[in-house]
Nanobody, 115 residues
């Protein structure tokens, strides 16, 4: 059974930091490209960051470039998103996504940036 379980979300003040985790099981994590997406109320789900199987190549949306860092630990079947200098517009539900022959979504973790 495929599982992607996000954690680490919460309420943080503007300028603060959070680290999201995505724990994977039930599929070949090491050979899967991994991504973070987010969706704010009333908005479409948008791509935030992508990391390749080895962790040697990454991509970031312009809105988070320089503030967010995606990484993965293949030994732990876990992907991370370090989020620094958070802004109110980063408020959203954050989802991890895995892609091998199929695509898999997690259930999401809420990030709220507010003073």
């Amino acid at each position: 059974q495929v599982q992607l379980v996000e954690s680490g979300g919460g309420l943080v003040q503007p300028g603060g930091s959070l680290r999201l985790s995505c724990a994977a099981s039930g599929f070949a994590f090491r050979s899967s490209g991994m991504s973070w997406y987010r969706q704010a109320p009333g908005n479409e789900r948008e791509l935030v960051a992508v990391i390749n199987t080895f962790g040697s190549s990454t991509y970031y949306a312009d809105s988070v470039k320089g503030r967010f860092t995606i990484s993965r630990d293949n030994a732990k079947n876990t992907m991370y998103l370090q989020m620094n200098s958070l802004k109110p517009e980063d408020t959203a539900m954050y989802y991890c996504y895995a892609r091998d022959q199929n695509g898999y979504w997690g259930q999401g973790t809420q990030v709220t940036v507010s003073s």
